[in-house]
């Protein structure tokens, strides 16, 4: 089966910083992935070469297994960064801009507009609209003429619980509609509730790739609370096995590769007299597969 | 094409600041042109309606058009600007827009502007050609290429404005510098290069394009009706030599213009956005 995506060896650097480095990796059909990234790990950089906004220096990347040319975009409907519009003209007049190009009908301007539930601001001066609402019209001209790929840039940027959780829902209505959906965000607890996929970013290059059900396997988590806490650290700081995810004044949240790993934290702790008031292991968030990740 | 035309089309008319400065345009020639053309001064002996005589009016009028081109350079720099500083540019590319589309985009309303001085110019003369008296009966066309070729020297103008643009990204510094150009930048840069190379400057060919009438020449013409004077100084008065002639300039102006094309092309193609 022909990726939806293909990204091969893609480096890009701004001046003497490397934002991306021979990052390669591919996107099947119906799948979400999820872009994770601390900031300046090449998230954006990625989704603008990708979206022809900004020239590799060097790499390749094709879609649909075609060579990018621009009209590869009217096939994906993209939401980069902050959302983009002509302020003074209507909700609807942007919405004419974006359908234009796609030759969508009007109908199919009032339905985007109708998914994101903005009917009643149809003919209200963009710069009228709160940062909720332009980011939800932004969602809305991604979705005019049904474009197969979705590309979101931090898509719940500037929305209350209420307009987060609505933008899930609509991801996972587009996803159940076969959608393929790529999203970048440091809402890691929204990307693991929507994501199929995910890719870990540090420096541009890829640390972390895969599932996010095996990627979440591939570690455990242990939360000790001891009254020696800081005897508990040196045992931690002084085995590569583990490593610290959070401390705080009782405790500390560890990650360990395997069984293993757990049965010598136990022996070293019995070691050193230390009694753990919390021994909980557990199955790892996906951001804390992210922490660990990133802080190779 | 068409797709382009639409879109400029949505995002011109919706621009409040667009129709304001194209009214101060259309208002401030139109006002200009008729107050001047009625005015009774007289120079010894010749009256300023004088330059407003059916085989001077065209090239007054043009001449007069062309203080105003600036105007036209700054809306579409405000026009440019906008989709920069709003990062529209970069929405349009990624809605699939090419960046080949989003300059002929530009030049579409460059072009389009291009044939309102057209069409501003002819209205405004054939108008001070009745209220001055200078037609009676059908109006005249004499020199009338010279209003083609204004309409020529403001695309001239508004390409070079949007290749300002292009390269310093911002609106404002974008306006101030392109106006330095014309004032003071070029006209430095000219003065020190020998004749006849310093007539080959950009904004000195494209301004020459609608040269100021010939005063001293049709002064003297009158003159010589009041007055005895010899017709061969009077032909060597008004042939007196203002640099590059007409159709050189033309040509070497569009040149130009094709040059500030190509290099705004070029920026378009390989920014980043």
């Not at chain 2, 062309?66 to 500083?85: K, P, Q």
Request: aromatic fraction near 10%; charged fraction near 15%; glycine fraction near 6%.
């Amino acid at each position: 089966m022909v990726p939806i995506l293909s990204v091969d060896s893609l480096s890009k650097r701004y001046k003497n910083v490397s934002a991306l480095n021979k990052l390669s990796f591919n996107v099947n059909k119906g799948e979400v992935l999820g872009i994770l990234g601390p900031n300046g790990s090449g998230k954006t950089t990625l989704l603008s070469i990708i979206l022809g906004v900004r020239k590799a220096c060097s790499g390749t990347f094709n879609w649909f297994g075609e060579n990018y040319t621009h009209n590869i975009n009217k096939r994906i409907g993209a939401l980069l960064e902050v959302p983009y519009f002509y302020p003074y003209l209507s909700v609807k007049r942007n919405m004419e801009i974006t359908a234009i190009n796609r030759n969508c009908t009007t109908d199919e301007i009032y339905q985007a507009i109708e998914q994101v539930e903005l009917t009643e601001k149809l003919n209200h001066p963009v710069y009228t609209l709160s940062l909720g609402m332009k980011q939800r019209l932004a969602i809305a001209q991604t979705l005019v003429g049904n474009p197969p790929v979705l590309v979101f840039d931090e898509p719940t940027n500037g929305l209350d619980p209420e307009g987060i959780a609505f933008v899930r829902r609509l991801i996972r209505q587009q996803h159940e509609n076969g959608k393929t959906i790529i999203i970048a965000s440091h809402n890691l607890d929204e990307i693991q509730r929507v994501c199929t996929h995910v890719i870990i970013l540090k420096n541009g290059q890829s640390i972390a790739n895969g599932k996010v059900d095996e990627l979440l396997k591939l570690k455990q988590i242990v939360q000790v609370e001891t009254d020696k806490v800081e005897g508990l650290k040196a045992i931690v700081a002084n085995n590569p096995n583990f490593k610290i995810i959070d401390s705080y004044s009782e405790g500390i949240t560890i990650s360990v590769a395997d069984n293993e790993a757990i049965k010598l934290l136990n022996e070293q702790l019995t070691d050193k007299n230390i009694v753990p008031k919390l021994f909980e292991i557990r199955q790892p968030s996906l951001e804390e597969i992210f922490l660990d990740q990133v802080a190779k | 094409m068409k797709h382009i035309l639409r879109t400029e089309w949505i995002k011109t008319k919706g621009f409040s600041t667009f129709w304001t400065l194209l009214g101060l345009h259309s208002i401030l020639f139109i006002v200009f042109v008729l107050i001047v053309s009625q005015l009774n001064i007289q120079l010894q002996g010749v009256t300023i309606a004088r330059f407003f005589a059916p085989e001077h009016l065209w090239q007054t009028t043009a001449w007069l058009a062309s203080w105003f081109n600036l105007i036209l350079a700054i809306i579409i720099a405000v026009l440019t600007g906008n989709e920069l500083s709003f990062s529209t540019f970069r929405k349009m590319i990624v809605e699939g827009y090419s960046r080949f589309e989003l300059m002929l985009g530009k030049l579409f309303l460059s072009a389009a502007l291009s044939v309102y001085v057209f069409i501003i110019v002819t209205i405004t003369g054939i108008a001070v050609g009745y209220f001055s008296g200078a037609w009676t009966t059908l109006p005249t066309f004499i020199h009338f290429k010279y209003t083609l070729i204004i309409a020529i020297q403001a695309l001239a103008y508004m390409v070079l404005a949007i290749t300002f643009v292009m390269i310093f990204r911002s609106t404002a510094l974008s306006i101030i510098l392109y106006l330095l150009y014309f004032a003071l930048i070029e006209p430095i840069i000219r003065f020190f290069f020998n004749s006849p190379w310093d007539s080959y400057f950009p904004v000195k060919i494209i301004s020459n394009l609608t040269p100021m009438p010939n005063f001293l020449g049709i002064i003297a013409e009158d003159l010589q009706q009041l007055q005895s004077i010899d017709p061969n100084t009077l032909v060597q008065v008004q042939n007196a030599p203002t640099g590059v002639t007409l159709l050189p300039s033309v040509l070497i102006a569009i040149a130009y213009t094709l040059i500030f094309i190509g290099v705004s092309t070029l920026i378009f193609k390989r920014r980043d956005f």
